[in-house]
Nanobody, 119 residues
Framework: VQLVESGGGVVQPGGSLRLSCAASGFTFSTYIMTWYRQAPGKERESVATVTGAGGRANYADSVKGRFTISRDDAKNTVYLQMNSLKPEDTAVYYC?????????????WGQGTQVTVSS
């Protein structure tokens, strides 16, 4: 199983970045996909989640209207489009996959990608 994030970098306030998370080794379409982030000295927090079939999305209040999560099940990839970035968005962003059934829970994490918003 692998989750490989990409697309992080350094951007000025007000700029945009698009993160990607390529998945392999599991049935991607059946998993709930979530982007988390962790800033220095802070706990990891959920940023955006997209469900499987139907792809319903939910967002943290701090990113609503600025970030968009999407998934391409044909490519086994989830994306996070980040617009109007602020310095407080600076963090390591992690991709997470979750599958729930009556008998089991499966959770996978990527290695993270750094996003730095600075002038």
């Amino acid at each position: 199983v692998q989750l490989v994030e990409s697309g992080g970098g350094v951007v000025q306030p007000g700029g945009s970045l698009r993160l990607s998370c390529a998945a392999s080794g599991f049935t991607f379409s059946t998993y709930i996909m979530t982007w988390y982030r962790q800033a220095p000295g802070k706990e990891r927090e959920s940023v955006a989640t997209v469900t499987g079939a139907g792809g319903r999305a939910n967002y943290a209040d701090s990113v609503k209207g600025r970030f968009t999560i999407s998934r391409d099940d044909a490519k086994n990839t989830v994306y996070l489009q980040m617009n109007s970035l602020k310095p407080e968005d600076t963090a390591v962003y992690y991709c997470n996959a979750n599958y729930y059934s009556i008998s089991s829970v499966h959770t996978y994490w990527g290695q993270g990608t750094q996003v730095t918003v600075s002038s």
